[in-house]
């Protein structure tokens, strides 16, 4: 069958190099081996994340930390920031780790402020909050540096970021924010194949973890330190991902963390301009928009009618390329095009002249 490239939210497209390095031959998980494969991408994500703390790889989705973090950090109340389908799902996952959770939601489209984060930890209510940097269903990207420097004023408060699709495609500097712990999925920015989260956690959450009676054992913080301490896992782990992600990581520094950003932004400018040719708007707040994917309205041609969302899809898929149709309450609203990973203004131009075609057809 023909591969049809992928430009939606997650996963996305994976090179023939990135595939052949995760297709290694094996190795031990508890030999030398190994031990030298993640004492080599250990610094590099160090350097990556801007951080003196060791980075952990868990054999799951970021969802698994995610989940992690709240059995770990959580004791009296976690403030759930949601303004998208997956914010909103932290919150239900609070409840159904058994903690007591409180909503800060906004409307989908709107960036997490941080007054408005700043007014509920002011109630003293609240050990912990979560917030999603990117969040992958709007679009919308909310200014982590801000609500970070809240940090200062409630030291006590366990700051848990999701950048799963952020993560490698703009600047986090783990340590210079201050937050308590950050994490992503390999099947975004970082263009490998799912199934490895990676994750950086403060001190003072390693602390807090450590009293922690009830928080698991395969997403225990003390069990990711004390073995990332011995260049290990606390359970087996992928072994193809992290040869993949050593892979991955040397393609990083070849290219320049900076330059790399940049092409993400350069990338998802030349989204943004192929949406204003056609009349579309974008459906983030002015402002709060992603760099790593496009959420587009659909109400859009110039004349102002709306596009049948499917039937752009289908067009663009045969042309081969798979784009989203929206997701949650926006599908068939809004579609999203995805520039993160490995994509450069080459590889996304054919893109653009496939849904060209395919809009002069609707």
Same mark, same amino acid.
């Given at each position: 069958? $023909?591969?049809?490239?992928?430009? =939606? &939210?997650?996963?996305?497209?994976?090179?023939?190099?990135?595939?052949?390095?995760?297709?290694?031959?094996?190795?031990?998980?508890?030999?030398?081996?190994?031990?030298?494969?993640?004492?080599?991408?250990?610094? %590099?994500?160090?350097?990556?994340? /801007?951080?003196?703390?060791?980075?952990?790889?868990?054999?799951? /989705?970021?969802?698994?930390?995610?989940?992690?973090? =709240?059995?770990?950090?959580?004791?009296?109340?976690?403030?759930?920031?949601?303004?998208?389908?997956?914010?909103?799902?932290?919150?239900?996952? /609070?409840?159904?780790?058994?903690?007591?959770?409180?909503?800060? %939601?906004?409307?989908?489209?709107?960036?997490?402020?941080?007054?408005?984060?700043?007014?509920?930890?002011?109630?003293? +209510?609240?050990? +912990?909050?979560?917030?999603?940097?990117?969040?992958?269903?709007?679009?919308?990207?909310? &200014?982590?540096?801000?609500?970070?420097?809240?940090?200062?004023?409630?030291?006590?408060?366990?700051?848990?970021?999701?950048?799963?699709?952020?993560?490698?495609?703009?600047?986090?500097?783990?340590?210079?924010?201050?937050?308590?712990?950050?994490?992503?999925?390999? %099947?975004?920015?970082? $263009?490998?194949?799912?199934?490895?989260?990676?994750?950086? @956690?403060?001190?003072?959450?390693?602390?807090?973890?450590?009293?922690?009676?009830?928080?698991?054992?395969?997403?225990?913080?003390?069990?990711?330190?004390?073995?990332?301490?011995?260049?290990?896992? &606390?359970?087996? &782990?992928?072994?193809?991902?992290?040869?993949?992600?050593?892979?991955?990581?040397?393609?990083?520094?070849?290219?320049?963390?900076?330059?790399?950003? $940049?092409?993400?932004?350069?990338?998802?400018?030349?989204?943004?301009?192929?949406?204003?040719?056609?009349?579309?708007?974008?459906?983030?707040?002015?402002?709060?928009?992603?760099?790593?994917?496009?959420?587009?309205?659909?109400?859009?041609?110039?004349?102002?009618?709306?596009?049948?969302?499917?039937?752009? %899809?289908?067009?663009?898929?045969?042309?081969?390329?798979?784009?989203?149709?929206?997701?949650?309450?926006?599908?068939?609203?809004?579609?999203?095009?995805?520039?993160?990973?490995?994509?450069?203004?080459?590889?996304?131009?054919?893109?653009?002249? @496939?849904?060209?075609?395919?809009?002069?057809?609707?």
């Amino acid at each position: 069958m $023909a591969h049809v490239k992928l430009h =939606i &939210p997650g996963p996305v497209e994976v090179s023939e190099k990135t595939f052949k390095a995760f297709c290694s031959p094996m190795i031990g998980h508890r030999g030398q081996g190994f031990k030298d494969l993640y004492a080599k991408v250990q610094p %590099q994500l160090q350097q990556l994340l /801007s951080t003196k703390q060791l980075v952990y790889l868990s054999t799951s /989705s970021a969802w698994g930390i995610m989940e992690g973090a =709240i059995r770990n950090l959580v004791s009296k109340k976690v403030l759930n920031c949601m303004n998208g389908a997956f914010s909103d799902k932290w919150f239900d996952v /609070s409840k159904r780790c058994g903690k007591a959770a409180e909503p800060l %939601q906004v409307e989908w489209g709107r960036p997490i402020r941080a007054e408005e984060i700043d007014k509920r930890l002011a109630t003293g +209510a609240f050990d +912990a909050l979560t917030v999603i940097h990117n969040e992958t269903s709007t679009g919308t990207m909310s &200014p982590i540096a801000e609500i970070a420097a809240l940090k200062k004023k409630y030291p006590d408060v366990m700051f848990i970021v999701d950048s799963v699709s952020s993560m490698s495609a703009v600047p986090l500097k783990f340590d210079e924010l201050g937050i308590d712990v950050l994490l992503a999925g390999s %099947q975004k920015a970082f $263009a490998l194949p799912p199934g490895l989260a990676i994750c950086v @956690v403060s001190p003072a959450a390693l602390a807090k973890a450590a009293k922690a009676a009830d928080r698991g054992y395969y997403f225990d913080f003390t069990e990711f330190q004390k073995n990332a301490e011995q260049s290990m896992t &606390p359970s087996t &782990p992928s072994i193809g991902h992290v040869y993949a992600l050593s892979s991955k990581l040397d393609e990083f520094f070849a290219e320049g963390l900076e330059n790399r950003y $940049a092409r993400h932004r350069k990338t998802n400018q030349m989204t943004r301009d192929w949406a204003a040719r056609h009349g579309f708007t974008l459906f983030p707040e002015s402002g709060a928009e992603s760099l790593t994917l496009t959420c587009i309205n659909n109400g859009a041609k110039a004349g102002g009618r709306a596009v049948d969302v499917p039937k752009l %899809q289908k067009l663009a898929k045969d042309g081969g390329f798979l784009i989203d149709g929206g997701y949650g309450k926006i599908k068939g609203k809004t579609f999203r095009v995805s520039n993160m990973g490995d994509e450069t203004e080459s590889s996304m131009a054919p893109l653009f002249a @496939v849904l060209d075609t395919a809009i002069a057809q609707l």
